[in-house]
């Protein structure tokens, strides 16, 4: 039987899976088998600069974390696998979706967005979609649209008052 001190030690890490459930946008469960120390220390450092981490727990613990919150992710659980947690939805979406382009021995396996269980088509679309920036470029772009047609038509339409 195991001692009291690491019972408590892992219930510890089940509760810090928990909070960092509770306080991320987005989860992806992905296999980094066959990556490189400095390859995952690569990814690491990306993610860092979106406020989003990497981190490795057993699966047993992740399971019984995963459990309390009444989260099933049967069938991913197997073998070696990392959890990347996310502050925002998008952008450590698309950081680790462009990693596992370029990295074909990283497999993305299932997510965790707002909540929801996400496959692998859900991860795809949310990668997928451009960032902020670029929506706001396309929104600013659409609407100069309008207004470029408004002023070239109250421009005609005082030629014609002239005449």
Known sequence: MASASVLESKKQ???EIISKLDNSESV???SYQGLTVSEFDELRKELKKEDSE???YKN???KRALDEKNISLEGFLEGPNAL???KSLLEPIKIISEFA???DKMEI???IISGDVADINVIKDYASIPSREGLLTMLAGGMMQY???LSISLNLYAEQLEK
């Open 28 to 30: 992806i469960l992905f």
């Open 60 to 62: 047993t613990l992740l």
């Open 84 to 86: 990347l947690f996310g």
């Open 54 to 56: 990497v981190k490795i």
């Open 147 to 149: 207004v470029k047609d």
């Open 13 to 15: 890490i089940v509760d």
């Open 109 to 111: 396996r299932v997510g």
């Open 101 to 103: 382009k370029n990295h």
